[in-house]
């Protein structure tokens, strides 16, 4: 495991936090929902979207704040690295936006239709926690430390508050 660096400069432990909450609150939620029962099914979903987004959000702040920076950061020093720039690239997340869009004509469809759906979702979430989890790891494990090795620490300040700003976590 790699040493934990000072807060101040730690850009990835916070907003990391934030997810994991929303991971833990939709894996419960997910767990308990009666998908027999349209309002609940409906209200799921409508959350479920909210959260969404926030994760794709997370996943875009990433790319744009620290991803591109540490991209440039390296090709300055001449080195390359396929796990900075595919990072975003094969997550699950995508499959539980359609799954959770096809939802919105939960109306219209049997009970049994809705019980299929419920398990499809279920899975497809569950697939995406099972690769979103390791990814942060991943994020604060190999990615922080590279970015202590070729950014400068006032930089490094600078940029985590950035971050904290652009997810409203500042
Ligand atoms: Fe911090 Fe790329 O998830």
Redesign the pocket.
């Known amino acids: 495991m790699a040493p934990r660096v000072p807060d101040e400069i730690d850009v990835?432990t916070a907003?990391?936090s934030r997810?994991k909450e929303l991971v833990n609150i939709y894996t419960r939620k997910m767990s308990c929902v009666d998908f027999r029962d349209v309002p609940e099914v409906v209200t799921l979903l409508q959350d479920l979207d909210t959260t969404l987004r926030e994760f794709k959000s997370?996943?875009s702040i990433?790319n744009i704040f620290i991803m591109d920076q540490l991209k440039n950061r390296l090709k300055q020093h001449q080195i390359s690295n396929t796990a900075v720039c595919d990072?975003?690239n094969d997550n699950q997340l995508s499959d539980v936006v359609q799954l959770v869009r096809r939802g919105t004509q939960v109306r219209e469809r049997s009970v049994g239709e809705r019980i299929t759906f419920g398990l499809q979702l279920q899975q497809a979430f569950q697939a995406f926690v099972n690769t979103?989890l390791p990814?942060?790891e991943e994020?604060e494990q190999v990615f922080q430390p590279m970015l202590v090795e070729y950014f400068e620490y006032e930089e490094l300040k600078v940029l985590r508050e950035i971050v904290l700003k652009e997810h409203e976590l500042a």
């Open positions: 990835f907003p990391h997810m997370h996943e990433e990072c975003h979103f990814h942060m994020e």
